[in-house]
């Protein structure tokens, strides 16, 4: 897993963005990952571990698995 912190993340809008600490770049976090981890939010600062998924289709890298460091 990847280690992160919280750029930003707006729970009304569901979305927001993570910066990976092996300084690739800000990686998208939905809501639907929150979710799929039994989450209901993030704050800014939050240090967490992340996993990534490419959509095939579009090639946007989103966070797949996450959870709180």
Partial sequence: MIN???KFYN???GFG???PENGEKD???L???LSRAD???LAQGQ???FDTHT???SGKVAVHNIEAD
Avoid: F, H, N, Q
């Fill in 47 to 49: 240090k967490v571990k």
């Fill in 11 to 13: 729970a009304e809008r």
């Fill in 17 to 19: 963005y993570i910066k």
């Fill in 31 to 33: 809501l639907s990952a």
């Fill in 4 to 6: 992160g912190t919280v």
């Fill in 27 to 29: 990686v998208r976090v």
């Fill in 55 to 57: 959509d095939p289709d």
């Fill in 39 to 41: 989450m209901k939010s």
